[in-house]
């Protein structure tokens, strides 16, 4: 008779679970890191633009001009804020969803280490089991001899 562990549809279920809010764990840290991207990105733009405009300063240049490229630099400002305050919200979530990967985990794990106990138990039982029916084998030889 094989192994049997009575728990063990809700172990599967348990490790779905678990998968599950691993997977969107990591779909998380992946848009943060494109979100740190942008912001790298963005900040290099800003400072990009910052010198260049250092640099019209020194020429004679019309004040639309001027206008133009101050007008673009906040914009990238903007934008910067906008995506530090969503990497805020994401670093939120993050931490949400770190909280509920970490449940599922320890719940899945605890059925996990039920059923090794169990296993351990069963093939113990059975070890003794096929021992008694040697030994049982050994003395019906040593009665017939």
């Known amino acids: 008779m094989a192994f049997r562990f009575p728990l063990a ?17 990591k779909k998380l840290l ?3 890191a494109s979100v740190r991207r942008q912001i790298e990105e963005t900040a290099h733009s800003i400072a990009a633009a910052q010198k260049a405009r ?3 300063m ?7 001009h001027l206008q133009e490229m101050m007008h673009d630099e906040a914009v990238a400002a903007d934008r910067k804020k906008a995506l530090l ?3 805020e919200a994401l670093d939120q979530r993050r931490i949400a969803q770190t909280n509920q990967y970490q449940a599922a ?3 899945r794990q605890m059925l996990s280490e039920m059923a090794a106990r169990q296993r351990d138990i069963y ?12 030994d049982d084998i050994f003395a019906a030889r040593a009665q017939r001899s």
């Open 85 to 87: 305050a969503t990497l």
């Open 105 to 107: 985990h320890r719940d």
């Open 54 to 56: 250092n640099e019209t």
């Open 30 to 32: 992946l848009e943060m």
């Open 58 to 64: 020194r020429q004679a240049l019309p004040a639309l």
């Open 123 to 134: 093939e113990q039982v059975r070890a003794r089991a096929e021992q008694r029916v040697l």
């Open 9 to 25: 549809t809700v172990l599967r279920f348990r490790e779905s679970v678990e998968k599950r809010e691993e997977l969107t764990l």
